[in-house]
């Protein structure tokens, strides 16, 4: 079993629609929490980054995390075609695992016009 | 900035032959990860370096796989003897110490590997 599980999709919406990811996690150590963006042919890029449990939001997108359920979340309100990527989920543990993250699969997202 | 710097941005190879890719960090940034994409597999950490000395390659898939950082502005992967399982997506990636825990890692282009 894998540490980080995430749904590949794909996922298809309609422009505007609110989109949900979501990722499960087996290793209660991890405390740090992130979201990266991943568009075709390019590298990822740091969008959302928690730390423990609760909300942040950023414009259109909000992270959750569910420390106590494993479970972390990514809404897009209002989506826009150019939302369009692979969105990956990264955790890692506290202390001397700095820089250590563990992936998610990642979900290939398209949002149409 | 430039941001990271990877060469070659693709490479095509034989089985058997040996492949180095090349990785130039952000300047000021003191760590340096290097990763493997795969659709099968995700993109998985095959080692990380802080101020050039190697923390962690627990990743490395076998011995075939070696990374060096000579200085704090370039890294190499290199693969030898390489294998068509070695086909993947090999990306860099740096971050500097933040104090806050934050880990925004600046990720390359990617180098795209085939080994025919």
């Known amino acids: 079993q894998k540490e980080v599980e995430q749904d590949p999709g794909p996922l298809s919406v309609p422009e505007g629609a609110i989109v949900s990811l979501n990722c499960t996690y087996s290793?209660?150590?991890?405390?740090?929490f992130m979201w990266y963006r991943q568009y075709s042919r390019k590298g990822p890029e740091l969008l959302m980054y928690?730390?423990?449990?609760g909300n942040k939001e950023d414009g259109r997108f909000t992270a959750q995390v569910d420390k106590s359920s494993k479970y972390i979340s990514l809404f897009i309100r209002d989506s826009q075609p150019s939302d369009s990527a692979t969105y990956l989920c990264?955790?890692?543990?506290?202390?001397?695992?700095?820089?250590?993250?563990?992936f998610g699969q990642g979900t290939i997202l398209t949002v149409h016009p | 900035d430039a941001g990271v710097i990877q060469s070659p941005r693709h490479e095509v190879t034989e089985m058997g032959q040996e492949v180095t890719l090349r990785c130039k960090p952000i300047?000021?940034?003191?760590?340096l990860f290097w990763y493997r994409q795969t659709m099968m597999r995700g993109l998985e950490l095959l080692i990380y370096?802080?101020?050039?000395?190697?923390?962690?390659d627990s990743g490395m898939p076998e011995d075939r796989f070696s990374a060096k950082m000579p200085n704090a502005s370039f890294s190499t992967l290199k693969i030898q003897p390489s294998e068509p399982r070695d086909s993947a997506v090999y990306f860099c990636?740096?971050?500097?110490?933040?104090?806050?825990?934050?880990?925004?890692?600046?990720f390359g282009p990617g180098t795209r590997l085939t080994v025919l």
């Open positions: 990636a740096s971050s500097r110490t933040s104090g806050r825990g934050a880990d925004t890692q600046y």
């Open positions: 290793n209660s150590a991890f405390q740090y």
């Open positions: 928690t730390y423990s449990s």
């Open positions: 990264a955790m890692r543990a506290g202390g001397t695992s700095y820089g250590k993250l563990t």
């Open positions: 300047s000021g940034h003191d760590y």
């Open positions: 370096f802080n101020n050039n000395v190697p923390i962690d």
